[in-house]
Structures are given as structure tokens and as C-alpha cells.
């Protein structure tokens, strides 16, 4: 009882701090963007998008419908941490936005170094949300609430880093996330998994049991993607002709990886019934690849073919290499984000290289300008810009494998945290499951029934 108590306190006064600290830092730091002004807000090409804030509010409410109900609802299918992986999902994503419109900001602060928002913004935080939450996937079930906060505590200023690499300076196109959002998160999180690994494979299997009830929750989840995705995805696109583009190619995209779903499962799988966790790996899976390429595209049928190839290529990992990464890489991946983030992002991006170097203003038009600004002024090759795709690739993988190592390994003990340090303590301490955290209702009021 007491070490729950202790337990207790010790989230408390965190978010206690950490809340106190971003409070003092808005105060110094942030201001409302002036509804007649040319400020930047935190978003990368925000000149180019619409000045309007009420045109922007729905951008930002679909993408914050998906964070809390899509990623909050898949990540309850493990039996003994349903409710506690919605609540952490929460709690992420409270934290995550607040810190993110300050770690973006550091990049983007305007002549009199002040951080202006607006709802664009918010979506470019969402977006960081996204990034936060696939990586939590990684090592859910295995941390507790205070080092999920100490993670995002750490990677969000590496995926502000990252992103602004990426888009300001070598100036890659990734407007729906298959770089910064899925491959960014996906081996941040795995590595920061590789380094909280210990030799309990008995109690991770016991973890990894689902049951009917979250298998509904990750249902709703699955449908809360179809429905709110394809806006987030296109959230950071131009809004003249390239907007509809990016959603139609993921619709598409939808459609194929689901349906190729269920040609490959009953191959792989020797009872041939269909989980519903494939199914949600196949929704993941196709915006994964469509992030880069989703406003690329200018035929349906190129859509169809990269989801149809995403499913299949999140199936076959999820069948041959999970097993791999589990016993030879030492590394645990709860939630499988590198079959349903990670391979489809780079397959994306892949994807995305091809078509920058394919692309034309007779393929593109007007588009051009909007989707490779540097190739329509000249100052790119096509080639030149497909190299930089791909170059833009390697530089996430190492910042995401260099973030994630120093995340688990070196920067807890730097810091002196004494409570609840990232690697694991003992079994019991890491593999509490939902009973355990999380009091059932009315059990923690008094008088409560």
C-alpha cells in the first residue's frame, strides 16, 4: 500500500511540474497569431496555407478525433491494459500537445521571438501527437504512466528537430507523415523498447492476451480511422487542387489494404479465421504509405496498388519477422508498429522518391508549385529532389535510433531520475495490469457505489 501511495505522488508531482513549467512558458513565449499579420505559425509552408482560422478548425478537429479515438481505442486490444492504455493515451496527448507547440515553436519564432498559434498549429501539434503515440505502441504494457510522460517529455523536441530537417532544409515533401509521423515514431519506439528489454518472455506472452472486449474497442478505433484519417493526412496540403488528391489516395488506399487483408490472412495463418487486428494493421498500414505519396498521386489506381502492397507487406512481417525481432533483436513490439507503421512508411517513402522523380509540370501543373517548390523554380531536378526524398529517409532512421538509444539508456540516468528510470525494475513493477493502476468506478470516491 505504501508503494502505491508513493507510486501515486510521484505522478502527481511530475504532472504537477511538468503542467506548472509549460504554463510559465506560454506565458513568456506564445501569443495568439494577429488575424492581419504574415506571422508564421509553428507549421513548416505556412505561408502557404489559408489564413482563415475558421477554415482551419475542422482540419484541427478531425485530427484530434483521430488522436484520441483512433490511437486511443487500437491501443486497448491487450486484455489487461484496455482501459489503461485509453487513459494513457489521454494523458499523452494532453501533455504532447501543450510541449509541442513549444518544441515546434523553437523553430519557427517570429522576429520579436514570440511563438504565435493558430488551428494550423494545433494540427502540426496533433501531428506530433501521432508520432508520440505509435511510439508508445512499441513498449505499451511495460512502462508505467510516468515513463510514458518522460518519453514524450524527450522525443518531442527530436520530432521537432526531425521535421524541421526534413521540410526546411533539405526540403522533402512529406505532408501526410510517412517520414516524420510513422518511421520517425515506429523505431523510436522500438528502439527505446530494445533498451527496456529483460529476459521475462513468459510474462510478455501473458501480457499480449486479448479479449472480446477489447477487440470492440479496436473496432471502433479502426472505423474512427476511416472516418477522420484521410482529413488529417491532407491537414498540411495546399487547399487549392492538391487537397482532394490526398484524400481520394487514401480512401483508395483504404479500401485495397483492407480487402488484401483477406486474401493473405487465411494463407498465413493456419485457423483462417480473420482477427480483428489485422484488420486495424491494414488501416494503419495504407496511411502509413499514402503519407508521403497521398498528394503525389495523380491516377486511383496507384493508390489501390500501394495499399494492396502495404497489407501485404504488414502481414508477411507481422508473420515472419515479428518472431525475429522478438528472439534473435531482443526486441519486444506490443502493439507490432514496425509491421504497421514503420516498413509501410518507408515503403511510402520509397513510393513518394519514384514519383519526385517522375514528376512533371505536364503530369502536375499548377500542382507543382504546391507539392515541389523547389523543382518548379528551378532550383531542383527532378533527381536532385528524389535523392533528397530518399536522403530524408536516412536522416529520420538515425535520428529516430540515435533518440531512441540515448531516450532509454543514457539520458534517465543523466538527468538523475531516481523514480521510475526507463529501464525496467522489478517484473511487478513494469506488468501492472489495468486492476492494478486504475481504480474501477465509484471505487475511489468516498461513498462511492
Known amino acids: 500500500m505504501a508503494e502505491r501511495a508513493a507510486a501515486r505522488l510521484h505522478l502527481s508531482g511530475l504532472c504537477f511540474f511538468l503542467q506548472l513549467l509549460t504554463i510559465v512558458l506560454f506565458a513568456t513565449f506564445v501569443r495568439y497569431s494577429p488575424e492581419s499579420s504574415n506571422l508564421c505559425s509553428t507549421e513548416p509552408r505556412c505561408s502557404q496555407r489559408d489564413p482563415s482560422p475558421t477554415l482551419g478548425y475542422p482540419r484541427f478537429r478531425d485530427a484530434h478525433l483521430r488522436a484520441l479515438l483512433g490511437f486511443g481505442f487500437l491501443l486497448a486490444f491487450l486484455s489487461r491494459y484496455g482501459v489503461g492504455s485509453v487513459a494513457g493515451s489521454l494523458l499523452i496527448v494532453a501533455f504532447t500537445i501543450q510541449w509541442a507547440i513549444l518544441a515546434q515553436g523553437l523553430f519557427y519564432f517570429s522576429q520579436n521571438s514570440k511563438i504565435y498559434v493558430s488551428t494550423q498549429s494545433m494540427v502540426s501539434a496533433d501531428f506530433c501527437t501521432a508520432a508520440i503515440l505509435i511510439s508508445t505502441g512499441a513498449v505499451l504494457g511495460r512502462v508505467n504512466p510516468i515513463q510514458m510522460l518522460l518519453m514524450a517529455l524527450l522525443e518531442v523536441p527530436l520530432f521537432a528537430c526531425n521535421e524541421y530537417i526534413l521540410r526546411s532544409i533539405l526540403g522533402v515533401s512529406d505532408s501526410g507523415g510517412s517520414l516524420t509521423i510513422h518511421t520517425f515514431g515506429a523505431y523510436f519506439g522500438l528502439t527505446v523498447s530494445r533498451a527496456l528489454h529483460q529476459p521475462h518472455e513468459d510474462k510478455r506472452k501473458e501480457q499480449q492476451d486479448v479479449g472480446h472486449g ?181 536522416v529520420t532512421l538515425l535520428l529516430a535510433a540515435l533518440g531512441g538509444g540515448l531516450t532509454g539508456e543514457f539520458q534517465p540516468r543523466a538527468l538523475n531520475i531516481y523514480i521510475y528510470i526507463y529501464r525496467p525494475q522489478k517484473p511487478n513493477e513494469t506488468t501492472k495490469s489495468d486492476a492494478e493502476r486504475w481504480s474501477p468506478r465509484g471505487a475511489a470516491r468516498p461513498g462511492g457505489r
Open 214 to 394: 477489447p477487440d470492440v474497442f479496436a473496432v471502433v478505433g479502426t472505423i474512427c480511422l476511416w472516418i477522420f484519417w484521410p482529413s488529417f493526412a491532407s491537414a498540411t496540403t495546399a487547399h487549392d487542387s492538391a487537397e482532394p488528391w490526398a484524400v481520394l489516395n487514401l480512401y483508395f488506399s483504404l479500401a485495397a489494404s483492407t480487402l488484401a487483408t483477406f486474401i493473405l490472412s487465411p494463407i498465413l495463418y493456419e485457423e483462417g479465421t480473420l482477427q480483428v487486428a489485422q484488420l486495424q494493421d491494414a488501416t494503419l498500414a495504407s496511411t502509413a504509405v499514402m503519407g508521403m505519396a497521398g498528394e503525389m498521386l495523380s491516377t486511383p489506381f496507384g493508390a489501390l496498388t500501394a495499399g494492396f502492397l502495404a497489407s501485404q507487406l504488414s502481414l508477411l512481417s507481422s508473420r515472419f519477422l515479428s518472431p525475429i525481432l522478438r528472439s534473435r533483436l531482443k526486441t519486444e513490439d506490443t502493439c507490432g508498429v514496425h509491421n504497421v507503421h514503420g516498413l509501410p512508411g518507408i515503403l511510402g517513402t520509397f513510393l513518394g522518391t519514384l514519383l519526385a522523380a517522375l514528376a512533371t509540370a505536364d503530369v502536375f501543373g499548377d500542382r507543382l508549385q504546391l507539392v515541389f517548390p523547389l523543382v518548379a523554380d528551378g532550383s531542383r531536378t527532378t533527381a536532385e529532389q528524389a535523392q533528397w526524398q530518399l536522403c530524408g529517409l536516412v
